[in-house]
Nanobody
Framework: QVQLVESGGGLVQAGGSLRLSCAAS????????MGWYRQAPGKERELVAK???????DYADSVEGRFTISRDNGKNTVSLQMNSLKPEDSAVYYC?????????????WGQGTQVTVSS
């Protein structure tokens, strides 16, 4: 069983920074992608950023240049450094681990951490 524990959310003023962290435990196939998604009230969950085991990254256009995702493969952790935060970045942020084994896809989710950016 895989468990993801997030930390680092909170309240910050526009223009400020926050760093989210996620630690994964349990049996995780080594070939995985770790990422962050967010969901604002009344909106669908959307990808914020993701990173493969070899370090390839992908960002949502709305956060490109402001957010940086990183991971530590030895510790099974993924972090999201969020700079120049905007009120529209306010949402619940979810850590995700995505992997596939023998054509079966597995998606694991954290419990979510609230990020609120005040104007």
């Amino acid at each position: 069983q895989v468990q993801l524990v997030e930390s680092g959310g909170g309240l910050v003023q526009a223009g400020g920074s926050l760093r989210l962290s996620c630690a994964a435990s349990g049996t995780i196939f080594s070939r995985n992608t770790m990422g962050w998604y967010r969901q604002a009230p009344g909106k669908e969950r959307e990808l914020v950023a993701k990173i493969t085991r070899d370090g390839s990254t992908d960002y949502a256009d709305s956060v490109e240049g402001r957010f940086t995702i990183s991971r530590d493969n030895g510790k099974n952790t993924v972090s999201l450094q969020m700079n120049s935060l905007k009120p529209e970045d306010s949402a619940v942020y979810y850590c995700n681990v995505h992997t596939s084994i023998l054509a079966t896809i597995y998606d694991y989710w954290g419990q979510g951490t609230q990020v609120t950016v005040s104007s």
